[in-house]
């Protein structure tokens, strides 16, 4: 049992809650990830590393309400405990001292965004980002990217904060006001990091992209959060989850992402009736 | 006066077109008098050829006399000296190729059955005994074992009887392995791995879960912990894919992931457990072991109408149990025997159909099984909604990867000196399926045993 610290509401279905787990805490590094288990006959779902704090043995989950696991989690509070929390999995960011590196993330995207570009800032390297939400309540985490970065652009579909419209507008204006980017690193829907890795390999800007197929055991046993990277099968949940974004085979992530489109579909209506 | 009857004593089971709409244990097991008038049929021979046959040596005619006897309770104790998993191993053990395959009775006739009596001997005594472990006293060392399968759970029971801490450490929520995930609830209960593992805990074993040795904590760092000595049984749990086209179409599973949907998840309760699983009308599935049997079966059980078990070589050579391969055909599985994939058929992202080709027999190859060929131009579709691969698990990468001086085979498993199981790194051991790859339940607690004692012995020198 894993007992929640505290627990922060960040919009209407963006939760975050920071809880004790000593294992992870002490080796995770930006990029790896979580599987949780909210009560005793709960699933398995994935969740990336928003943060960590090796001194108070904690690490931080931010997660959207979307369906049955994560609506359970969400009925917890700060004092409750969580069933399962195993970690940290998954490789490592492979961050490198660029001299300039983008960081995008669409919605709670932003949340696993936010280690790797703390970490690239600690580097020295100069970061920007580019943060993406429905409207302005969507758009999270801005004040932490503020710390550390020298640029936030916010962008919001109805454009209650920020430009309005898409990240990648931003993206392409940024670009063609000449600003330089040795590196992108796009984290959201798999739409957004298509549509982003469309853009950057026009200009031939490396991205990294941090993929979010379905998970059972996160340990590499099972093979069901299997893509294709470069023609090649691999398993997101060790190979990954950060690949590169132009060589994913984008249009199979989404398919296989809906692959129980209906049965989670069944779950929710359970929990609510 | 023995039972001279050439054939054992059947034992009862759920009926073929019953069992299949449920998950219950197919097998029911022994009552008191049919034990009693099987164990009758062992010769209690002197040179005892079925003990030589069990890779953890039972007693055989030992405990099955106390069974004739009536001695039930004495009979499992006498079993447990040897073997910490009975009801285990009872059910699962490949009997035929082990102790009751060396059985002088099977010369003429059925084999005495072992593996019922071994099993209804373990059923009995939970039943019907409560059962209080005698405390063990602490030799003040410590053990840490990686991995809580057969080959973990027994080398820590074994090593805590003697005195030492044990933690094992598990990368999954519960421990078990394989007894968890992979093996099906009809035939092997979950709540009775569950009280399995319970009489190893009672014995001082700490098991902690959710912890992934490679990515939680590292080999190194367990011996900075200060465990004096680590136990590797961490499986072989890498699925193997073809790289077949169409492999990543929706409906595609690799048999662990199927397994571990409907066995840890209990997916074949959804939505009362909230992880689904997808089975179409049709249901083909790669392989000829006992995982491509237990996912055939357990997609028959989910309401797949035609399963169909697609081997490229002949039943003959079908690596799975013959009482699997048996139940499999009881319940309507349907073999299509020297046929291989080609590829795999889809529409709009979801599996449609595969496209198999026929094989014949050619040469005998290096393992002296021969080799399938494919026949030219008999290539055929087989409509199918479902494909599930079992052809076969590696050992998962991660902890060769992060421990430096841990020589490995080419294709994974961990090299150890076969007497003792050590490996090249100081203080370390393993066994188990992360050694030889794919084996059985009984050939991992067999190693998961020897490292023990090799482990005791190093650590008194």
Not at chain 1, 224 to 230: K, M
Not at chain 2, 199 to 225: A, C, M
Not at chain 2, 390 to 402: D, E, K, M, V, Y
Request: glycine share 10%.
């Amino acid at each position: 049992m894993y007992r929640i610290l505290s627990k922060k509401i960040l919009n209407e279905t963006v939760q975050l809650m920071e809880i004790e787990a000593p294992y992870i805490a002490r080796r995770c590094e930006p990029g790896q990830f979580v599987i949780l288990r909210v009560d005793e006959n709960g699933e398995r779902i994935p969740l990336t590393i928003a943060d960590y704090d090796r001194e108070r043995k904690t690490v931080t989950i931010i997660y959207q309400i979307v369906g049955y696991s994560t609506k359970k989690l969400s009925q917890k509070e700060a004092g409750d405990t969580i069933q399962d929390i195993a970690g940290p999995l998954g490789k490592p960011s492979e961050l490198k001292k660029h001299k300039r590196v983008l960081g995008i993330g669409g919605g709670v995207g932003a949340a696993p965004l936010y280690p790797q570009i703390k970490k690239l800032s600690e580097m020295g390297v100069n970061v920007d980002v580019i943060l993406g939400g429905r409207t302005k309540e969507y758009v999270i985490l801005e004040d932490k990217f503020r710390e550390i970065c020298q640029n936030v652009y916010i962008a919001t579909d109805d454009g209650s904060r920020g430009h309005r419209g898409l990240v990648t507008d931003v993206l392409t204006k940024l670009i063609e006001e000449g600003k330089e980017y040795d590196e992108v690193i796009a984290i959201g829907p798999l739409v957004m990091m298509k549509a982003v890795c469309a853009i950057t390999r026009e200009y031939h800007i490396p991205t990294s992209v941090s993929l979010n197929p379905i998970m059972i055991d996160g340990t590499g046993m099972c093979g069901g959060c299997r893509v294709t990277v470069g023609g090649k099968i691999k398993f997101a949940c060790v190979d990954g989850p950060d690949f590169d974004g132009h060589l994913v085979d984008f249009e199979e992530c989404m398919r296989r992402q809906r692959m129980y489109k209906e049965e989670e579909h069944v779950c929710l209506i359970g929990l609510e009736g | 006066m023995p039972n001279m009857s050439l054939k054992k004593v059947p034992m009862p089971e759920q009926d073929s077109k019953i069992r299949t709409k449920n998950f219950s244990e197919v097998a029911l097991g022994y009552t008191e008098e049919q034990a009693v008038e099987e164990a009758l049929r062992c010769l209690q021979c002197k040179h005892k050829p079925c003990v030589k046959g069990c890779p953890v040596n039972v007693p055989i005619p030992e405990f099955i006399k106390e069974i004739a006897a009536g001695e039930f309770k004495k009979a499992y104790e006498i079993i447990v000296r040897e073997n910490r998993l009975p009801a285990i191993c009872g059910r699962v053990c490949p009997q035929e190729s082990q102790c009751e395959g060396n059985c002088v009775r099977g010369i003429k006739g059925e084999p005495v059955g072992i593996g019922r009596l071994e099993r209804f001997a373990a059923d009995y005594y939970m039943k019907n005994v409560k059962n209080d472990v005698k405390e063990v006293e602490k030799n003040g060392k410590r053990v840490a074992v990686v991995g809580a399968g057969p080959a973990g759970l027994t080398c820590a029971g074994e090593l805590a009887k003697m005195g030492y801490e044990v933690t094992i450490f598990e990368a999954l929520h519960t421990p078990g392995g394989v007894l968890m995930y992979g093996i099906p609830e009809f035939r092997l209960p979950k709540a009775l791995v569950e009280r399995e593992i319970e009489n190893i805990r009672k014995l001082g074993v700490k098991i902690e879960t959710n912890v992934l040795v490679g990515r939680s904590i590292t080999i190194d760092e367990l011996f900075e912990e200060g465990y004096q000595a680590v136990f590797i049984g961490s499986g072989a749990g890498l699925p193997k894919f073809m790289g077949i086209e169409g492999e990543n179409l929706n409906g595609v599973y690799a048999a662990n992931e199927f397994l571990t949907r409907s066995n840890l998840m209990k997916a074949y309760d959804f939505p009362n457990s909230p992880t689904p699983i997808k089975v179409g009308k049709n249901v083909a599935v790669i392989g000829g072991g006992n995982v491509a049997m237990d996912a055939a079966r357990t997609a028959k059980r989910l309401g797949a109408e035609n399963v169909y078990i697609v081997y490229r070589r002949s039943e003959e050579e079908m690596p799975a149990r013959l009482e699997e391969i048996h139940h499999a055909k009881e319940e309507g599985i349907q073999m299509k025997l020297l046929t291989n994939p080609v590829r795999i058929l889809g529409k709009e992202g979801w599996v449609t159909g595969m496209e198999c080709i026929e094989m014949e027999l050619g040469e005998p190859d290096a393992s002296g099984r021969r080799r399938p060929v494919p026949k030219a131009g008999s290539e055929f579709i087989l409509p199918v909604e479902t494909v599930i691969i079992a052809i076969g698990q590696t050992p998962n990468p991660l902890i060769r990867q992060t421990t430096e001086g841990l020589d490995t085979h080419s294709w994974g498993g961990i090299i150890v000196k076969e007497e003792t199981m050590e490996t090249s790194k100081e203080n370390v051991y393993a066994g188990g399926d992360v050694v030889t790859g794919a084996a059985t339940v009984i050939l991992a607690m067999g190693a998961g045993k020897k490292a023990a004692k090799a482990i005791h012995e190093r650590l008194n020198k």
